[in-house]
Nanobody
Framework: QVQLVESGGGLVQGGGSLRLSCAASGRTFSSLAMAWFRQAPGKDREFVAA????????YYADSVKGRFTISRDNAKNTVYLQMISLKPEDTAVYYC????????????????WGRGTQVTVSS
C-alpha cells in the first residue's frame, strides 16, 4: 500500500504562485509514476500533469502547459507541482496519484490517491 499526503494549497491572487507537495510512504517511491489531478466544484476531475518514476519524462494538460511544472525528489519520496501565473479557473481541489505500471492522463488506472489540497485563486 502507498499513502499519499498533499500539502501546499491555499488562497492566492490571480497571477500568483504556489507549490504543492505530495509526500509518499509505503512503497519504493521511484517505482511509481506520479500525477496531479484537480477537481473544481461541479466539474469532473481533470488531469494536470504526470511524471515517470525516473523524473526524466513529464506530460502536461494543455491548460497548464508553460505555467505548471511537475517534479519529484525520489530521495525525499515527494512529488511537487510548481504553479505560476495562476488564474481563477485554476481553483480546484488538487490530488496527487501514483501507480507502479500506468503513466498517463486517465485517472482510473492510478491505484493510489491522496485526499487533496484546496487551491483557490482570486480575481
Amino acid at each position: 500500500q502507498v499513502q499519499l499526503v498533499e500539502s501546499g494549497g491555499g488562497l492566492v491572487q490571480g497571477g500568483g504562485s504556489l507549490r504543492l507537495s505530495c509526500a509518499a510512504s509505503g512503497r519504493t517511491f521511484s517505482s511509481l509514476a506520479m500525477a496531479w489531478f484537480r477537481q473544481a466544484p461541479g466539474k469532473d476531475r481533470e488531469f494536470v500533469a504526470a511524471i515517470r518514476g525516473s523524473g526524466r519524462t513529464t506530460y502536461y494538460a494543455d491548460s497548464v502547459k508553460g505555467r505548471f511544472t511537475i517534479s519529484r525528489d525520489n530521495a525525499k519520496n515527494t512529488v511537487y507541482l510548481q504553479m505560476i501565473s495562476l488564474k481563477p479557473e485554476d481553483t480546484a481541489v488538487y490530488y496527487c496519484a501514483g501507480d507502479p505500471t500506468y503513466y498517463g492522463s486517465m485517472g482510473g488506472p492510478y491505484d493510489y490517491w491522496g485526499r487533496g489540497t484546496q487551491v483557490t485563486v482570486s480575481s
